[in-house]
């Protein structure tokens, strides 16, 4: 199986944080981009954020510059996405997402990816 399998996500009080994790069992993760989206409901798939593969770049979305950090653990063969200062906005179901090829730089563009993780939902929330 090629499919991304994420962890993390739960219910967080605002103000504060968790992390999503990104992993792969039969590939490595650290040649492909990755991308974070996440989806409100009645809203359209945003992404959040992207990291390119062989320590390239990360980028953000306007909304979470500051608050999200994305990052690779290549021993663990995992992508995560630190979401800290979490807001009320912030609620929604969190995706990953790969390209097929390698060594693409990433895009915030959800058309640039082509494999997706399960989702987890993010809920907001005092």
């Known amino acids: 199986q090629l499919h991304l399998v994420q962890s993390g996500g739960g219910l967080v009080q605002p103000g504060g944080s968790l992390t999503l994790s990104c992993t792969a069992s039969?590939?490595?993760?650290?040649?492909?981009?990755i991308g974070w989206f996440r989806q409100a409901p009645g809203k359209e798939r945003e992404g959040v954020s992207c990291?390119?593969?062989?320590?390239?770049?990360?980028h953000y979305v306007d909304s979470v510059k500051g608050r999200f950090i994305v990052s690779r653990d290549n021993a663990k063969n995992t992508v995560n996405l630190r979401i800290n200062n979490l807001k009320p906005d912030d609620t929604a179901e969190y995706f990953c997402?790969?390209?097929?090829?390698?060594?693409?730089?990433?895009?915030?563009?959800?058309?640039?990816?082509?494999?997706w993780g399960q989702g987890t939902q993010v809920t907001v929330s005092s």
């Open positions: 039969e590939l490595q993760l650290k040649y492909y981009s």
């Open positions: 990291i390119s593969p062989n320590n390239g770049g990360m």
């Open positions: 997402a790969r390209p097929i090829y390698r060594n693409r730089p990433c895009t915030l563009g959800s058309n640039g990816y082509d494999y």
